[in-house]
Each structure stands twice: as structure tokens, then as C-alpha cells.
Nanobody, 120 residues
Framework: VQLQASGGGLVQPGGSLRLSCGAS????????IGWFRQAPGKERDWVGC????????DYADSVKGRFTVSRDDRKNTVYLQMNNLKSDDTAVYYC??????????????WGQGTLVTVSS
């Protein structure tokens, strides 16, 4: 499977944005998918993830209550809904498979990222 994150852009603080992680080459239904982000000059951080099947989710404390990961396996897409965005959320966002874990080394497939800029 190949992954591609999309949907990034410029948004004002307090605004919302929805990112998509699309798949090609294979269906996403059997994969757990994680979201990571990397701000300029900083290390890559885990944001959240969703398991396959029942779709249980997990989130980093920094985004809990503001971000939601969901999936639509019929559309081969996983989403990251981001609400109440802050300037600290500015980063390149990546989706990855096949784990639901804080640790990036547990993911074997990475998509190209999409840039989210939160600024007034």
C-alpha cells in the first residue's frame, strides 16, 4: 500500500482543518494508521492513530479533545479532523501504517506529508 496525506493549508488560530490519508495499491481496511507531525527544527511527534476493524483511537495529550482520527474504509481514507488549531500545531503532517503506536519505528509505510500552517 502507498499512502498520501493531503488537505493541509493555512488556517487562522481557532480554526479547523481536515486532513486525509489516501491509499493506493491496496485497501486500507486491514491497516492501523497513525498520524505524526514535524514542526520546523523539531523532531517528528506522534499525533494519534486508529486501529483497523472497530477503529479504536488513541491521541497525544497535546491534541486530545481537539483532534479526531476516523476512517472510511469504503473510500480507502483515514481522516484527521483538527479543531481549535493553535500556532503550535504548525507542522508537516504525515500518515503512516501499520501500527497504532507512539513510536515511529513501529510503522513500516509512510506517506508524503502535507503542510499545516496556523497563523493570523
Amino acid at each position: 500500500v502507498q499512502l498520501q496525506a493531503s488537505g493541509g493549508g493555512l488556517v487562522q488560530p481557532g480554526g479547523s482543518l481536515r486532513l486525509s490519508c489516501g491509499a493506493s495499491g491496496s485497501g486500507l481496511s486491514g491497516y492501523a494508521i497513525g498520524w505524526f507531525r514535524q514542526a520546523p527544527g523539531k523532531e517528528r511527534d506522534w499525533v494519534g492513530c486508529i486501529y483497523s476493524g472497530i477503529g479504536r483511537t488513541d491521541y497525544a495529550d497535546s491534541v486530545k479533545g481537539r483532534f479526531t482520527v476516523s476512517r472510511d474504509d469504503r473510500k480507502n481514507t483515514v481522516y484527521l479532523q483538527m479543531n481549535n488549531l493553535k500556532s503550535d500545531d504548525t507542522a508537516v503532517y504525515y500518515c503512516a501504517a501499520d501500527a497504532c503506536s507512539h513510536f515511529d519505528w513501529q510503522y513500516s509505510i509512510w506517506g508524503q506529508g502535507t503542510l499545516v500552517t496556523v497563523s493570523s
